[in-house]
């Protein structure tokens, strides 16, 4: 099977962007909490959910964080692309029924170790920000 290399560092540009976008489901805050462990009742137990500020469920902050990795790793960079370090902090709760859409922009190119640095941005259908943040990765060879 032939697969085709992201994009270099040289071929790389700052202000190039790419998303992809996700329906968060129940099940998906099911499987999550079954692969992470967390059992949160605030994810998992609407009764428990009721009581909280958010008055129903919401999805696991690590859960809409990993809807980058399709980004950087099959996007922008693309195939190949090693991540460094990714920051984030949350803005706003991710309910079940939410579309998030994961964004990266290249913000930043490091000449010296011809890394790459991306502003990162997480929007729920509203284009509410729902997280931010950046990553540095190096892309392919």
Sequence with gaps: MFYE???SYDVL?????????KTITESDIYIFAGISGDFNPMHVNEAYARQTRFKT???HGPLSQSLIAPVLG???PGLGTVALELFSRFKAP???GDTITASAQ???KLQDKRWVRLKLTWVNQKNELVAEGTAL???PT
């Excluded at 540009?13 to 790419?18: D, F, I, L, P």
């Design 106 to 108: 290249v913000s930043e």
């Design 57 to 59: 469920r919401i999805a």
């Design 74 to 76: 099959t996007k922008l």
């Design 5 to 7: 290399k992201g994009k």
């Design 94 to 96: 991710v309910y079940i």
């Design 137 to 139: 990765v190096m892309p």
């Design 13 to 21: 540009e700052v202000g190039e962007k790419a998303s992809f976008s």
